[in-house]
């Protein structure tokens, strides 16, 4: 199944370009993946499972005219995210060198005007603030809302992409006004500003 099927099959419409770019970067990813040890799962279905996981929640959360993505990685979810949103200002927060150099190399084959990549921790992180809040098994839900208060608006919302330790986690960080959407292993934890 091709990548449009898959994600047009989850309420997912996007520009013919997205897909365009898209194939960069998967051949980039394959190609730097192996050398650089970027992510374990470099198989094209792998990767359009990821690409997907990335995009789902833009079938349920607002708008949003900024956002940070905290740990990046390889580009789940942020950089996937920046691709579908180019009107959207995207920041890629990522402490290691060789995932920051990949982002980059992305960044420039693409010429991606919206994106900014910051080789930092978040807490490091002086003089942004974002209307929307992203990270991927990066840490708990209570930690990650301590480390990115530096860079929260005062009504900004958070996109945690969790897995099943999550029920403990909400219990730990205390918190209201929250949505969750599961879907296979994936829960979604979205944190309304």
Do not use: C
Request: charged fraction near 25%; aromatic fraction near 10%; glycine fraction near 4%.
């Amino acid at each position: 199944m091709t990548l449009k099927n898959i994600l047009e099959n989850h309420n997912l419409k996007l520009e013919d370009s997205f897909y365009k770019d898209i194939e960069v970067f998967v051949e980039l990813l394959q190609k730097w993946g192996k050398i650089h040890n970027l992510s374990g799962r470099l198989s094209r279905d792998d990767i359009y499972e990821n690409i997907l996981d990335s995009l789902f929640p833009l079938t349920f959360i607002e708008n949003f005219s900024s956002f940070a993505d905290i740990g990046t990685g390889a580009g789940y979810p942020g950089l996937i995210l920046a691709l579908a949103k180019k009107d959207v200002k995207a920041y890629l927060i990522e402490p290691r060198i060789k995932r920051v150099a990949f982002l980059n190399m992305v960044k420039a084959t693409l010429g991606l005007k919206n994106l900014i990549i910051l080789q930092k921790r978040v807490e490091e992180v002086e003089d942004l603030k974002v209307q929307l809040i992203t990270s991927r098994a990066v840490t708990n839900t209570k930690l990650l809302i301590e480390l990115t208060k530096n860079i929260k608006q005062e009504n900004s919302s958070y996109l945690f992409y969790k897995g099943s330790m999550l029920e403990n986690e909400l219990e730990e960080a205390k918190l209201n006004n929250y949505k969750i959407v599961s879907k296979n292993e994936r829960n979604y934890l979205y944190i309304k500003g």
